[in-house]
């Protein structure tokens, strides 16, 4: 079973940016949408950022539109997440999982990994 890692995570100011990497242990079959999304200490799993593996097509959360950019390497089995203008209330584990379908549904997604800590000072 492929298995993603989430990595780059850190503690960076507000303003500043952060690229975050989800890497998968093995090829990801181009019909899969991969997404990140987040979970703060006490709130659900919130859907962040998704893209498209077939065609590189993208969706983002309102929250995040403008200042995150998702992107992906298939030669390399790689998404990655670039995160600029960064605010305290990002401030989350973000987690990277996998999805045959169209959704923002943490449930419907798979193949989650440990997740990486992003923490945005004030």
């Known amino acids: 079973q492929v298995q993603p890692v989430e990595s780059g995570g850190g503690l960076v100011q507000a303003g500043g940016s952060l690229r975050l990497s989800c890497a998968a242990s093995?090829?990801?079959?181009?019909?899969?949408?991969v997404a990140w999304f987040r979970q703060a200490p006490g709130k659900e799993r919130e859907f962040v950022a998704a893209?498209?593996?077939?065609?590189?097509?993208?969706d983002y959360a309102d929250s995040v539109k403008g200042r995150f950019t998702v992107s992906r390497d298939n030669a390399k089995n790689t998404v990655y997440l670039q995160m600029n203008n960064l605010k305290p209330e990002d401030t989350a584990v973000y987690f990277c999982?996998?999805?045959?379908?169209?959704?923002?549904?943490?449930?419907?997604?798979?193949?989650w990994g440990q997740g990486t800590q992003v923490s945005v000072s004030s």
């Open positions: 999982g996998a999805s045959t379908h169209s959704t923002r549904v943490a449930g419907d997604f798979g193949f």
């Open positions: 093995g090829r990801i079959s181009a019909a899969y949408i």
């Open positions: 893209v498209r593996l077939s065609v590189g097509s993208t």
